[in-house]
């Protein structure tokens, strides 16, 4: 009876101590699969399965007419499973001269306790292909994405660049890397207790949107063989060019020297990077008396046929003396601007002051963003009249004291060009993703920066600088012409004025009547010959006639247009500064040709400059105006038949002529 009990205490115990261990491993249990479950999984699938981040496809760029400018193209990156490599140093010594890595670069890569490892992303073909003639155990190949610019230079500053990973570093491949990156793709690999792979998940990467640009790549690519040869004829430090649609400001081309191939940025030096048309600041020089007189006309201060005595070349503003580049006597504004005339500008800016004067600089974008979608873009440098001293007004009626960017100046010329509207320069037509259609899309956006009256006046005053000023080597073959040429001394290492270094810019539009094109041509520091007429200028010429021609637009200077001349009247022998008159001023017809042209000629007695002007800027007729008031006689008379661009002169009189 006695062993019976002791034999059923044995019992009860193992019953509880088998309770008590099933209670303890149930909760185990319990800890591992419910409260903890979620942990370990992690944990496994962190040690069974390794995710691969693939590069996205980017969308494609395209110029105005469809043509690819940068693509995203497949390409082998190699990678390695080193549990999988058997001799460790032999396959670094073979793998080092196929990728270009050093052996020790690759060993440190090779032997780690990862179960992947990159060996070298995006190789090129003849690498991919010899690695895997190589058939090396444990190295691998997974499809990427490589962005690749099919024209090599062509537009680099305006395309930018990318990294490795396929994210935007400049450019519009900064400026849109959210619309265009797309996202990336991932490939989940499989690994057995060993660490060995076994199988692999691929998740497509999803395309980025596509860009639609403004750029011509047909203009673009004149635009950058000009400045290739600008380039090394003249040694120059830095060149800009831009060329721009006046009516719309669309950016045909922007091409800078030094320049670099987004396919290899890294060989480069950062400073070939920079987009200097809107990163580059410097003093414009005489470009910038478009401004100044533009200032004036829209004050009323001053008219293009008034006389202005230009001191023989001195002037003296609140006790600095300042000397022309050249002694002139008696010029007309419109002289003044043909000859480029220090003084001459000087003293139409004293008219104004300093405040209407900078409210003007002002209104034509100077000092601020144009708020172009590239990055980098400078402000320039347009300080408020506050902080003017009491000679800066002559300073900065010339071109001095005063910083901008040559996509600043297009933009002002481009605004003198279309009639007197300042527009925002554009690159991106349109942002159109190939699933979910147009993202977003690019209106023309302006406003007025001065009359079309005066823009007029500045039209006839600026073809006369190319036909009979300081920028004939820019009167082009076939085509009418206007623009401004520019001469800056920059600032040396000693705050003054360098006698060696200089600024030469030419900043114009083509046709002078209805322009197609707008242009800014800048050159940093040539060596040689300096002046803006010199080596600026002729550049101007030679892509506005390969770009007109390549645009099918009819010359304009053909020798079936009638061509007219004014009779000036004397000028007075005196140096006593007089107003011009225009009672005696004669128009005279040369070969008047009637019925050439199915465009005809309005009549225009009685009617107020500014309706003349707005008249012949919509008939597509370049208006000679003479004189104020109303109009009083005109040639070719009212009725004449006339093909557009035809040059109309009229004279104006206050007086009522019976």
Excluded at 175 to 188: H, P, Q
Excluded at 208 to 230: F, H, M, R, S, W
Aim: proline share 5%; glycine share 8%; hydrophobic share 40%.
């Amino acid at each position: 009876m006695k062993n019976d009990n002791s034999l059923a205490q044995r019992v009860y115990v193992l019953i509880a101590v088998m309770g008590f261990w099933a209670i303890v491993i149930g909760a185990r249990l319990f800890f591992l699969h419910v409260v903890h479950s979620a942990d370990y999984r992690q944990r496994a699938e962190r040690q069974q399965q390794r995710t691969l981040e693939v590069s996205p496809r980017r969308g494609v760029i395209y110029d105005r007419n469809g043509n690819e400018l940068a693509v995203s193209v497949k390409v082998d990156s190699v990678f390695a499973v080193p549990d999988e490599i058997e001799d460790l140093h032999a396959t670094a010594k073979t793998l080092s001269p196929l990728v270009g890595v050093s052996k020790n670069d690759l060993i440190e890569k090779l032997d780690s306790p990862r179960s992947f490892v990159w060996v070298k992303r995006k190789v090129s073909a003849a690498q991919g292909a010899a690695l895997r003639k190589a058939k090396l155990p444990g190295i691998y190949f997974q499809k990427e994405d490589m962005r690749y610019y099919p024209k090599r230079e062509l537009a680099s500053h305006v395309l930018g660049y990318v990294d490795i990973d396929e994210k935007g570093l400049g450019g519009l491949e900064y400026r849109y890397n959210d619309s265009i990156r797309g996202e990336a793709g991932r490939v989940l690999i499989m690994t057995d207790a060993r660490g060995r792979s076994f199988n692999s998940i691929e998740q497509p990467v999803a395309p980025g949107a596509n860009l639609v640009t403004t750029i011509d790549q047909n203009i673009q690519y004149i635009v950058e063989k000009e400045i290739a040869a600008t380039a090394e004829k003249t040694h120059a430090k830095g060149i800009s060019i831009i060329v721009m649609d006046p009516r719309t400001g669309e950016v045909l081309a922007m091409g800078n020297y030094p320049t670099f191939n987004p396919n290899q940025y890294a060989k480069y030096s950062p400073q070939a990077w920079i987009n200097r048309a809107l990163s580059h600041n410097y003093e414009p020089g005489s470009t910038f008396k478009i401004v100044t007189a533009a200032s004036v006309f829209e004050e009323g201060l001053a008219d293009p046929a008034e006389l202005i005595d230009c001191q023989n070349g001195v002037i003296t503003v609140f006790g600095r003396v300042i000397h022309d580049w050249k002694r002139f006597g008696l010029l007309s504004v419109k002289q003044i601007m043909q000859n480029s005339s220090d003084v001459g500008a000087i003293k139409l800016a004293l008219r104004l002051g300093d405040e209407r004067f900078a409210d003007h600089i002002a209104r034509l974008g100077f000092g601020k963003s144009t708020n172009v979608d590239l990055p980098g873009e400078e402000h320039g440098l347009a300080r408020p009249a506050s902080r003017w001293t009491k000679s800066s007004v002559g300073s900065i009626a010339m071109g001095q004291e005063i910083s901008v960017t040559a996509l600043q100046t297009v933009r002002m010329v481009s605004a003198v060009a279309n009639g007197g509207i300042l527009y925002q320069p554009y690159v991106v037509k349109r942002v159109q993703h190939p699933e979910k259609g147009i993202l977003s899309e690019t209106e023309p956006h302006g406003e007025r920066a001065i009359s079309a009256e005066t823009a007029a006046k500045l039209q006839d005053m600026l073809e006369a600088v190319v036909t009979d000023g300081t920028a004939k080597s820019s009167k082009l073959d076939g085509y009418t012409a206007a623009g401004k040429t520019g001469t800056a001394q920059k600032i040396d290492e000693t705050g003054r004025y360098s006698a060696t270094k200089y600024v030469a810019s030419f900043a114009g539009f083509a046709p002078a009547v209805n322009p197609a094109i707008s242009m800014i041509v800048m050159i940093d520091e040539p060596v040689g010959a300096h002046h803006g007429g010199d080596v600026a200028a002729p550049v101007f010429k030679r892509i506005a006639e390969q770009v007109l021609r390549y645009m099918s637009l009819p010359p304009d200077v053909p020798s079936y247009a009638p061509q007219y001349v004014v009779k000036e009247p004397k000028r007075p022998a005196e140096r006593t500064v007089k107003p011009a008159t225009t009672a005696s001023a004669q128009l005279v017809g040369l070969n008047v040709t009637t019925d050439f042209g199915d465009l005809i000629i309005p009549d225009f007695h009685g009617k107020s400059l500014r309706q003349v002007t707005e008249e012949c800027l919509r008939a597509g007729l370049r208006l000679q105006s003479i004189g104020s008031g109303a109009a009083v006689e005109q040639l070719p008379p009212a009725g004449t038949s006339v093909r557009s661009g035809a040059r109309v002169q009229v004279r104006f009189s206050s007086r009522v002529e019976r």
